[in-house]
């Protein structure tokens, strides 16, 4: 008889894509980030980024799926690898998975060396991730204990219409602080000065990121991260991304589609071309100009049961380490998957090509 709160117990109540495939997203996500970890520092982002792709691209065709890329590298036309709807795996087997994957997310963070780059994905059964259009989100990030606080209190919610000074109240009431304790991230982008300031108003403290704010979204699920909300406008792939692992994590994500000229406060006239251009696209979708602006919550971005998450660091990050390269080829590597059953596992790998010239050692 099995006590209800073993490993045991809760890896037999994973679904069927949990079981057969978490473990090997690590090697995945792995394979990606050291190839880009080899361009870390060259300037290069087209490189560290084309490697990336390749890497992770051979080794998911070699998984016994059927998958298909829902999150990607762009369209067909767009990418040469991993573009959406790209049909990757052996084909052989039962399991079948929409994807979400980003190779190299932070392509500038690799290529100067900078902080908070990863490699990054996530599978769910089919219709089980948001197919998102390559536009941006808007999106307010926080961890499950905001989640708990309104379910005790049900008339204290965050909301992205909701003045910047009321969500940090909720947040810190949930946290029991102050709001001048609490770090909220967002991307340092001209389009956020308002926000910046309106969060600096509130007496939060800011900490700005040139790239990347999906592991720092991922970290306000964990506690001892340093950072308790995420806000701004980003990619929606990177929305769809964090909103896998809060799912997981019983965090929250709420977050609402925006094209770039309208989010970056450009001139109707580039916004009525930007919408020409995009808007046939989103229509295919089944997004119009009317539900465009509806807010989506982690549910609505990621409404799959059976969801699996993976990332690696190639830079160092709030709690990933960088991949360290040791001559012949070898490498270390620091990684976080985690399944719906809420199995979380933070990975430190070694990988030996000469087990004779390579000793392991503790770091």
Do not use: C, W
């Not at 926000?195 to 790239?211: N, P, T, Y």
């Not at 109707?268 to 997004?287: D, F, N, Q, S, Y």
């Not at 971005?301 to 040791?326: H, M, S, Y």
Request: charged share 25%; no cysteine; hydrophobic share 45%.
């Amino acid at each position: 008889m099995t006590h209800p709160k073993t490993a045991e117990n809760m890896m037999n109540g994973a679904g069927p894509i949990e079981q057969a495939l978490l473990p090997r997203l690590l090697h995945i996500t792995e394979a990606a980030a050291i190839a880009a970890a080899y361009q870390m520092g060259r300037g290069d982002k087209m490189l560290a980024d084309h490697v990336a792709v390749e890497a992770m691209r051979r080794m998911l065709n070699k998984l016994d799926m059927r998958g298909v890329i829902k999150i990607g590298e762009g369209e067909r036309d767009e990418a040469p690898m991993l573009y959406i709807g790209e049909e990757v795996g052996t084909g052989k087997g039962n399991i079948v998975v929409d994807i979400a994957v980003d190779p190299l997310e932070g392509t500038n963070l690799t290529a100067d060396g900078i902080p908070g780059s990863i490699a990054v994905m996530a599978m769910a059964e089919p219709g089980g991730l948001f197919h998102g259009p390559d536009v941006y989100m808007d999106k307010i990030v926080v961890g499950g204990d905001v989640v708990r606080y309104e379910k005790e209190h049900p008339d204290e919610r965050i909301n992205l219409d909701f003045p910047v000074a009321h969500n940090l109240q909720i947040v810190a009431n949930a946290l029991n602080r102050d709001i001048d304790e609490l770090v909220v991230v967002i991307l340092d982008r001209e389009r956020h000065k308002k926000k910046i300031e309106e969060i600096r108003a509130s007496g939060a403290r800011v900490s700005l990121v040139s790239d990347g704010d999906l592991m720092p979204g991922i970290a306000t699920a964990i506690r001892g991260s340093g950072v308790h909300v995420v806000m701004g406008a980003g990619g929606s792939g990177e929305a769809v991304l964090t909103a896998a692992a809060m799912k997981i994590l019983g965090g929250k994500i709420l977050a609402r589609l925006v094209l770039p000229n309208v989010a970056n406060g450009e001139s109707e006239e580039m916004i009525a071309k930007e919408k020409e251009e995009k808007m046939p696209r989103l229509v295919t979708m089944g997004i119009t100009e009317d539900s465009i602006n509806d807010v989506m919550d982690t549910n609505k971005l990621v409404p799959g049961k059976d969801v699996i998450f993976a990332a690696t660091g190639i830079t160092p990050g709030q709690f990933l380490k960088e991949v360290n390269l040791f001559g012949g080829g070898d490498a270390r590597v620091h990684s976080v998957s985690m399944g719906s059953s809420g199995v979380v596992k933070f990975t430190d790998t070694i990988y030996i090509v000469d087990k004779e010239e390579t000793p392991v050692r503790l770091m």
